[in-house]
């Protein structure tokens, strides 16, 4: 596609709900991030792909959040029994490769709201 | 470990008056640096990125960056400010290494600009 794609742009759920958010990258680009944006805590890196592969998932802040990467391609973030402190803004990014000075291009984001 | 500190979490020009944003960045090996912008209820957009080619950095919409080893700095100028500029701005350093690699964002700078 065009950019990156984030479904959906919008989302409120109860708490103890489990949502799904669903990032489709930029086509070719191997590499995947995902972050989070909150008043008061900027934006914090969740977990990075490449390829199906996470090297990196130190940013999770519980077991309660997961993500996937199939194809290479299309990443699904799983928050379960959401809570209040969960509402946030979730980015989604990617790069062409993960190379040093590649940039990453990022998508509108899911603006999650738990209720 | 790479991080970067952005000075002024609130910064207020006049149109027509130059703009100065002012970041920090810590790393132990040559930094990979970027300027991002998020103008309201949008995504982050590349200004410019550094890439050690050169030291000053030109980017999109009039903006650029000087790199300066000896002072760990990455400001980021614009010669007149337009009411259009008004946004928040991201400094971000490229962490890598090891199973790592990802963006490292500073708290922002929120832009106004006065008529």
């Known amino acids: 596609g065009a950019g990156v794609s984030q479904s959906p742009s919008n989302k409120v759920t109860e708490k103890g709900k489990d949502v799904e958010l669903r990032c489709d990258p930029i086509s070719g680009h191997t590499a995947l991030y995902w972050y989070r944006q909150s008043l008061g805590q900027g934006l914090e890196f969740l977990i990075y792909?490449?390829?199906?592969?996470?090297?990196?998932k130190s940013g999770l802040p519980s077991d309660r959040f997961s993500a996937e990467r199939t194809g290479g391609s299309v990443s699904t973030l799983t928050i379960q029994r959401t809570q209040q402190e969960d509402s946030a803004v979730y980015l989604c990014?990617?790069?062409?490769?993960?190379?040093?000075?590649?940039?990453?291009?990022f998508g509108q984001g899911t603006r999650l709201t738990v209720v | 470990a790479q991080s970067v500190t952005q000075l002024d979490s609130h910064v207020s020009v006049s149109e027509g008056t130059p703009v100065l944003l002012r970041c920090n960045y810590s790393s132990s090996y040559s930094p990979s640096l970027f300027w991002y912008v998020q103008h309201p209820n949008k995504g982050l957009q590349l200004l410019l990125k550094y890439t050690s080619a050169a030291t000053l950095v030109k980017g999109i919409n009039g903006f650029e960056a000087e790199f300066k080893k000896s002072e760990t700095s990455f400001h980021l100028t614009k010669p007149s400010a337009h009411m259009s500029d008004a946004a928040e701005y991201f400094c971000v350093v490229r962490t890598y290494g090891g199973a790592t690699n990802k963006l490292i964002f500073g708290t922002g700078t929120l832009l106004a600009v006065q008529p």
């Open positions: 990014a990617s790069s062409l490769r993960q190379g040093v000075n590649t940039e990453a291009f």
């Open positions: 792909f490449q390829g199906n592969s996470a090297p990196d």
